[in-house]
């Protein structure tokens, strides 16, 4: 059965309000952090503190998830002190929603409060000085689906949330890179950091090997079936955004090799990377220095 279909464009801004009012009425903290888990990295949020947990199923508005890997609950709590909340599985185009509301958990959290978004994804390794477990900062993206048309922003422009033509330029706030390698360096992470630019594909069968020759041809170093439309939305209503892809298998260029995408290598490269990416995020959120501790 296909997930319900989206409300009119119109209307986002009353059901994500509605939704942000509900979670805010039942809890006593306001999340200035938030986390959104990739594929096999929803351990994430178990390092949270303090949690309140909400299954998507039971909050209003929300898509349920479908995908294996994402568990599907909105966990609250605290990292080092810093109040947030983290999404344990995120949406995707290809389990039939629309792209207006796999984003709308973005709106929610700026709605809440959130100052700063951090993106978890697995991707595969398009450049070829990559390595299975390797973590790519996000510098930049290819927004593939957009070529199309497909753009989180396309219909009416809620003005409530941001301006018609958001800028781009700057969509990966580039403190937070520096802060990440930072982190990185003083964890000993530097062999496994990398940083490059992320392509998102719809999915949600894996690349050919033309395509991947191609994505890489355009300057993309890691390809992925998400992310993208969270950070547009997130830039629209000024968000500050920091992205990292682990990269969970490497993308096939060769059409002699044996080696063949599979969700289950995705799976298992998170659950070996998990603890470091643990540490590292809650240090980098220990690290932002938001101005008040959330607790309102
Ligand atoms: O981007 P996340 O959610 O980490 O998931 C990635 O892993 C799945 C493929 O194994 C796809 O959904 C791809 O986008
Ligand atoms: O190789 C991949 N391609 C697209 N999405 C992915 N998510 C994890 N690995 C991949």
């Not at 973005?106 to 595969?124: K, S, W, Y």
Request: one cysteine or more; a negative charge; charged letters at 20%.
């Amino acid at each position: 059965m296909l997930p319900e279909s989206n409300a009119a464009p119109g209307y986002m801004y009353d059901e994500c309000k509605a939704t942000a009012d509900w979670l805010l009425s039942q809890l006593s903290m306001r999340p200035l952090v938030g986390i959104v888990c990739g594929s096999g990295l929803g351990g994430l949020a178990d390092s949270l503190k303090n949690q309140v947990v909400f299954k998507y199923s039971d909050i209003p508005n929300f898509p349920k998830s479908t995908v294996h890997g994402h568990a599907g609950r909105l966990v609250f709590g605290t990292l080092k002190g810093t109040s947030c909340v983290c999404m344990q599985g995120r949406f995707h185009l290809y389990e039939g929603y629309p792209v207006q509301k796999i984003t709308l958990p973005i709106r929610v959290f700026n709605l809440m409060g959130v100052e700063t978004v951090i993106l978890t994804n697995a991707a595969g390794g398009l450049n070829q000085d990559y390595r299975v477990g390797d973590v790519m900062i996000i510098k930049d993206h290819i927004n593939m689906p957009g070529f199309a048309g497909i753009n989180p922003l396309a219909g009416p422009n809620e003005d409530r949330f941001g301006v018609r033509f958001p800028c781009m330029s700057d969509a990966y706030n580039r403190k937070l890179v520096r802060l990440a390698h930072e982190v990185g360096a003083e964890l000993g992470f530097d062999e496994f950091l990398r940083e490059g630019v992320y392509c998102m594909l719809g999915g949600p069968s894996f690349e050919t090997i033309a395509e991947c020759r191609m994505l890489n041809k355009l300057g993309a170093d890691a390809v992925g079936m998400s992310t993208v439309h969270e950070v547009i939305v997130a830039r629209h209503c000024g968000m500050r955004v920091f992205a990292m892809s682990l990269i969970s298998n490497r993308s096939v260029m060769d059409y002699e090799s044996e080696e063949r995408a599979n969700h289950e290598e995705v799976l298992q490269t998170g659950d070996d990377r998990a603890k470091q990416l643990e540490v590292f995020v809650a240090t980098f959120v220990s690290r932002l220095g938001h101005a008040s501790n959330g607790t309102h």
